[in-house]
């Protein structure tokens, strides 16, 4: 997991802004570890926590915490031709364990 965070965040900096690190934005080919299922990134509002997502103040702005969510080949796929927030509904409809890194894709 950490090695993901890693990635997805080393692929924000090279960017360097042209990827936003805001929930919505997807991160193709985040992590190529062929033990699992998942490759690809989405970053999202986190639901982990209860209330409200947690922020940091800092000099200048307000910095909001994202969650990243693997995606499968096909689940990023799905979300690139038919959108994020259709993905996260057919998530949500089939139960899909997001934590389950090697999920059928």
Do not use: F, N
């Not at 965040?9 to 998942?38: F, H, N, R, Y």
Request: hydrophobic share 50%; net charge negative.
């Amino acid at each position: 997991m950490a090695a993901a965070v890693v990635a997805a965040a080393d692929k924000l900096t090279k960017a360097k802004g042209l990827l936003p690190a805001q929930p919505g934005v997807m991160l193709p080919e985040v992590l190529a570890e062929d033990s699992l299922s998942v490759h690809h990134g989405l970053l999202i509002a986190p639901y982990l926590w209860g209330g409200q997502v947690p922020q940091l103040p800092e000099e200048g702005r307000l910095t909001l915490v994202c969650q990243l969510l693997m995606l499968t080949d096909s689940e990023y796929a799905y979300a690139v031709e038919e959108g994020v927030a259709k993905l996260q509904e057919a998530v949500a409809e089939q139960g899909v364990d997001i934590l389950d890194w090697k999920r059928a894709g």
